[in-house]
């Protein structure tokens, strides 16, 4: 608790030296990581040295993500104007956390550089940066460049999503990252090495050296396994993943040398307690959970699977362990699980360990010296190919899991591990709590809502049962999509196994851009929209259809549109009733002044139970015209924090607090749900269902 205090009172202070002059200052940094491609240039980690040439002290030197418009070579040194911003992150009930990602890293700030001033790069001759560039230049040709560099250095920009996702769906994600696997395949390779040479200087050296070598034989050949671990880190700049990896390596070497007689799990626990020592707030990573987790599970189901003497059976007895311990955990982080995950580890893992890392290492290296060397890389696509086969079929073998599966999943893992020890009143007892569990997690809700968190755009889910109607996909760029990202995970967590339909509310990036990715993955059944000459599916005024529960009615735009901008926005009204009791859903995409006066013009007025606010906000919509015919209960607009449009307006927000509404903002409340039930309308956000942990405050507002 101690170290943490002073790592939080460190990084207060790494955050205020950033701050303390303004959004606008001029530094001076070191690049420290490996570029990757972003819609809007490139991003790096970086660690600045100066702020306003005023130099900072070692070790309150704080790290930044760092966007520039060019790639920028590993330990460059880089001067020049730049804006600061908060870490922020989109922060919904499923899908990945930016904030406690870059928190755990130690990460506190984004700073961009300015494209109106003179930028200074000094690149200096750096050994990682070489390392890097001969191998990208030799695998340029290959289809497998991603996993290489992803294999060799952690650097994983150039895998492709199609890959991503086939390693995901396959369990074999682990296989291509830097991690305790890799670097203990490496401290094998160099102790092997020192072993064997050691062995043969024994035989051919004099007595006397015979005998100092069978004595220190064994500590230097355990060093320079660890010499070879270490460097191999150096490789990926020392991610946290590694160096942990490195402390439970320390932590082993030293027991061996001190030939104590030790419990495996206190060794675990040991060099856990260093972990968090060293980086305490390794403790928000998901990765740290996920790394000890794995080897614990391993260390206790190997002990378990000891005393078996068929090798076979008891390799394929660990993998079938650990990949049905890992059933929750998969499914809890990635909404699924892969059916035949056990059987892709029990292939690959090895041919990885034996074949693939140490022979991508050794074409490393060769590569660095000389161009001689291509047909290492033309024998390890040839080595891949059996993977890139494999993983193809993954996907067919993937099954979604939401929240209640989960709720089932858990303790039927723990009944199938532990039937033969659990007493039949244990058996009964969790089976009956595995049946209330999953009644209470049943949704109570007949119809649901939820606004996704997708920065500067707009998604909403509209939820019966296990099916969904989406308004608006939030954005997308080449390398990235929210429905990827935001929409997927979490309609997945929800239950949701069908997307019957699609409405468009015009054509803009940040509404419509994740259509494709969307139609990929649910494949809807309709997508309506204002523009466009199919009249099947428009989305024009006085349209309206049923579903379920739901009517729907379009209330704008008055015609089809070649292309639909702002001002052509789809407006729909939901209506839900139930007996004497109804609910209305107003989306409204983003309609300005002009529509919302044309609007009012023939609308009566209406009262709605949950609104999205026009046009994230913005000064140009929401006028008195919308006020004076809409009576809002209910007001969400969709936001990214700290937006560099300034969105929402004050203005707005203020007006529509002072009609009654209330007011929610997905960029600063996080996901907003409203769960529509008799004659109730249940509410809540993903940032206030919690205690909102003090990082948080500190990444976004800098509250101490």
Partial sequence: MSLALIQGNLFKYQSRVLFQFGTDITIKARVDSYFKKISHGNEVQATVLTVNDQKIPLFLR???????????????????????????????????????????????????????????????????????????????????????????????????????????????????????????????????????????????????????????????????????????????????????????????????????????????????????????????????????SAVTLLVMTHAWLAARQNVVVTVLSLHLVLSLCFIPIVGYLFQGMSLVGALYNVLFVAWFSVCIVPLCLVAALLTSVTTCFDWLWSLLDIALTPLELAIGFAPSFWLDIGVGDLALLLPLVVLTLLYRWLSRQALYTLTLLTLLIRLGLERESEVSVQFFDVGHGLAVAIIQGDEAVIYDTGGANDHFSMVDTVVTPNLIAAGVTHVNGLILSHGDNDHAGGELSLQKRWHPKWIRRPEGDTTDTQCVQGTQWRWKALEFLVLWPPKRVPRAYNPHSCVVLVTFEKGNSSKRLLLTGDIEKVSEILLARYLEPLSIDVMSVPHHGSSTSSSSFLHRTIDAKNVVASTRFHSRWALPSPRVRAQYQQNGSTWFETGVDGQVIFDFSGQEIIVSTTRSEYLDPWYRQMLRSRVE
């Avoid at 984004?110 to 940066?129: A, D, F, Q």
């Avoid at 390392?131 to 030799?138: L, Q, S």
């Avoid at 994600?173 to 490496?186: E, K, Y």
């Avoid at 160096?243 to 104590?260: D, P, T, Y």
């Fill in 62 to 292: 704080p790290k930044v993500l760092l966007r520039s418009p060019t790639a920028l070579p590993p330990g460059a040194f880089i001067t020049g104007s730049v804006s600061v911003n908060p870490i922020s992150g989109t922060l919904n009930r499923a899908g990945f956390d930016r904030e406690k990602h870059l928190f755990s890293q130690g990460i506190a700030a984004n700073v961009t550089l300015s494209t109106k001033n003179h930028t200074i790069v000094v690149s200096r001759p750096h050994w990682r940066s070489s390392f890097h560039r001969a191998v990208r230049n030799a695998t340029k040709h290959s289809r497998f460049q991603g996993l290489y560099l992803a294999l060799i250095f952690g650097d994983r920009s150039e895998l492709g999503d199609e890959m991503r996702r086939q390693l995901q769906y396959s369990g074999l994600s682990h296989l291509i990252a830097i991690s305790g696997l890799h670097v203990g395949i490496v401290f094998a390779l160099g102790y092997a090495a020192a072993t064997m040479v050691f062995t043969l200087f024994k035989m051919v050296l004099r007595s006397k050296a015979s005998a100092w070598l069978t004595l220190y034989g064994l500590p230097l050949s355990l060093f320079i396994g660890f010499v070879f671990a270490l460097l191999y880190c150096a490789l990926g700049y020392f991610a946290i993943s590694t160096v942990r990896a490195l402390i439970m390596l320390a932590v082993i070497i030293g027991f061996l040398l001190w030939q104590a007689r030790i419990h495996r799990l206190l060794i675990i626990l040991l060099a856990s307690s260093a972990v968090l020592t060293l980086f305490p707030f390794s403790a928000a990573s998901l990765s740290f959970w996920l790394s000890f």
